[in-house]
């Protein structure tokens, strides 16, 4: 039977590797759309770059946001 503890433990060995790769993931994409992409084009290499770090940025809190709220529902709910 496997214990409690190493349950929990696991979970936050779960949790931790699932959010370094997707750290590692955000770090290397790009998050425009087609029509961005095209504008993007066309401003030339830099313009491009400032415009997805913009995007990332804006991205952010939304994210913040869906994460505090999955959280806490997750502990009310019995987690940990």
Do not use: F
Not at 10 to 31: G, N, P, Q, Y
Not at 53 to 68: E, F, T
């Amino acid at each position: 039977m496997i214990s409690r503890l190493y349950l929990c433990i696991m979970k936050r060995i779960v949790s931790i590797a699932m959010l370094c790769l997707l750290l590692l993931k955000a770090e290397v994409s790009d998050a425009q759309c087609s029509i961005c992409t095209k504008t993007a084009q066309q401003l030339g290499h830099k313009p491009a770059k400032a415009l997805n770090a913009g995007i990332i940025y804006l991205m952010i809190a939304p994210l913040a946001i869906i994460g505090y709220v999955g959280i806490r529902w997750w502990k009310q709910n019995g987690g940990e």
